[in-house]
């Protein structure tokens, strides 16, 4: 069954990093065909595109909020989010997403999601 498991939220002070991460287990091809993203939700708001990556280094693109303080990377387990700089409205669930598909920036581009995790940023 194919899944896909976030770790690596938690509290953090503002200014302060995390690294996410999402394995990616049980799917049919290898992890190199597919495109992975990055989203985030609050209570009471719609997911907010963070980041994705397909195949190429030069594929990624970022949401404006986080251009220069947050970096995806992907290897043959999962993909992952260095977030460097935190605020506070970068609290919120992170989620990641897998598609097989050409197009990887909006959620209903994606074939799969994790169940989430909270990353809180408070003093």
């Known amino acids: 069954q194919p899944q896909l498991v976030e770790s690596g939220g938690g509290l953090v002070q503002p200014g302060g990093s995390l690294r996410l991460s999402c394995r990616a287990a049980?799917?049919?091809?290898?992890?190199?065909?597919?495109?992975f993203a990055w989203f985030r939700q609050v209570p009471r708001k719609g997911r907010e595109g963070v980041s994705g990556m397909g195949v190429t280094d030069s594929s990624a693109w970022y949401g404006e909020s986080v251009k220069g303080r947050f970096t995806i990377s992907r290897d043959n387990n999962g993909v992952y989010l260095q977030m460097n700089d935190l605020k506070s409205e970068d609290t919120a669930v992170y989620y990641c997403?897998?598609?097989?598909?050409?197009?990887?920036?909006?959620?209903?581009?994606?074939?799969?999601w994790g169940q989430g995790t909270q990353v809180t940023v408070s003093s």
């Open positions: 049980g799917f049919p091809l290898s992890l190199d065909h597919y495109a």
């Open positions: 997403a897998i598609t097989q598909g050409w197009r990887f920036r909006d959620p209903p581009d994606f074939d799969y």
